[in-house]
């Protein structure tokens, strides 16, 4: 099957899973075109099953803002075209599922159905889409895709209190590659990062106000004041500055890594014994998982869909939003004892298995297939 991809090119949730699942794709021989601004952070190798087809926006004055989504559906209809694509999969509901609409309206005048299907990362619904001047098109994008996924129960059930949905929702989770996190590395490295006494402690995320990134800075400064220990801080975003200004109120500097984006966060996290996710909302948790999947337990909050990846008092511990104390005390239950941090260890390794994405994948497959039987059901009448 030839799949058309449209997603967010950068290290964000939805972009690192759309990468993700075309590479996978591509591995079971199907032909997967990401169509995007800029080739994703994640797509590394490009062959005869991955393709990456740059959408230009040329300038013009008489804009103010230049028309993304018109320079994306005209070049989904050059690729549709040009590919003999079967299928089209956006990523976030605005702007990539409003440009899909219009691209499959101009190709039905062509006499060519494209099915669409889109799925709902988080952002989409709960910020842009809930904000007035862009709930309407939301809402029309939705309805107007073939088919819906969300990537957890609760933004399913949260875009159906926001929005007008007339199409059936189906809960397709996030994932990961165990066989990507299989490998131990001999090259470790924790002692660049801490001294062998020092528990490490990791944050990844894009530093958005959602994060809560000063809890974190608060989180670990109450668990430094009982144990050794180091933070590593990895990505970059809006709150890095405040973050880095408070560590220094804080006499935290020496203690704090900023390490700003990585492709290698698998090595980062190789030597983390706790990750901490305080984020006011998280549609599913994928940092958390990633944390998971290499022996890393999560200290979170319990909002969004961290709990259907996060297991209380099994994989780390859940707390209110906002409730530092909480989070530093639970943080200090498993790192005060060697028997209960590797057990923790352990089960978060296990339970991260259960997203894997060879138990995902299928469920995508199965989703292109009836989307493309509608297709060819479409074509023959």
Known sequence: MKIAIVCYPTFGGSGVVATELGIALADRGHEVHF?????????????????????????????????????????????????????????????????????????????????????????????????????????????QSDVVTSVSENLKQRTLEFFDIRKEIEVVPNFIDKKKYSTSFTDCQRSIMAEDHERIITHVSNFRQVKHIPDVIHIFNKIQQRIPAKLVMVGEGPEKENAEFLCEQLGLIDKVHFLGNSNEIDRILCFSDLFLLPSKSESFGLAALEAMINRVPVISTNAGGIPEVNKHGITGFLSEVGDVDDMAKNALKILQDDEILEKFKENAAIAAQEFDILKVLPLYEEIYQKAYNSRLKSTYN
């Open 35 to 143: 169509v995007t601004y800029r080739q994703p952070v994640r797509l590394d190798l490009l062959s005869h099953k991955v393709h990456f087809h740059e959408v230009h926006v040329p300038e013009y004055p008489l804009f103010h803002y230049q028309p993304y989504e018109l320079a994306l559906s005209s070049k989904l209809v050059d690729t549709v075209k040009l590919y003999g694509i079967d299928l089209l999969h956006v990523h976030y509901a605005i702007p990539h599922a409003y440009a899909g609409y219009m691209a499959k309206k101009m190709l039905e005048e062509e006499g060519i159905y494209l099915p669409m299907i889109t799925t709902l990362h988080g952002t989409d619904i709960t910020l842009v889409g809930k904000h007035p001047f862009y709930k309407t098109a939301v809402n029309f994008s939705i309805n």
